[in-house]
């Protein structure tokens, strides 16, 4: 599991100050980017270095209960499978209550940069994401 922190920001809201229910996929992306620069996998590295991208195919969420500006969030995010070509990391949002408020899925493939075809899961980066099932 990987512990991603933040407060909700005024440009998230809408005129009643709450979390505009679009933004939860912002906030579950910006985990997920924390989450693959702390496994040495952060977007510029994949961008300039690696022969793949990631890019998501779906993505799910659920909006439980409103969200206000200031008000700080704690996403725990967890891997729900490991592919071959793909992973699946579900996010929990909980509010400073700790109160459930949002929950969300993304599914990611791996896609080589030049054919823009799937490629199998590189090892190095199966290893990093397969560690945080543990």
Same mark, same amino acid.
């Given at each position: ?15 009643? +100050? %709450? ?34 991208? %990631? ?27 490991? +592919? ?12 400073? =209550?700790?109160?459930?408020? +949002?929950?969300? /899925? ?7 940069? =030049? ?10 980066? /199966? ?8």
């Amino acid at each position: 599991m990987f512990i991603y922190k933040t407060k909700i920001k005024l440009h998230e809201t809408d005129a009643a +100050g %709450l979390l505009f229910f679009s933004n939860q996929f912002k906030i579950v992306h910006d985990a997920y980017e924390t989450l693959l620069k702390k496994i040495g996998f952060g977007f510029a590295k994949l961008i300039r270095q690696k022969s793949y991208f %990631l890019p998501i195919v779906h993505a799910e969420a659920d909006y439980k209960a409103p969200l206000f500006v200031d008000e700080e969030i704690t996403v725990q995010v967890t891997i729900e499978s490991v +592919g071959i070509t793909s992973f699946i990391f579900a996010y929990q949002i909980f509010n400073e =209550k700790k109160k459930l408020v +949002g929950t969300a /899925r993304t599914v990611h493939v791996t896609m080589d940069k =030049k054919t823009q075809k799937k490629v199998p899961l590189p090892k190095d980066m /199966r290893a990093a994401i397969t560690k945080l099932q543990k």
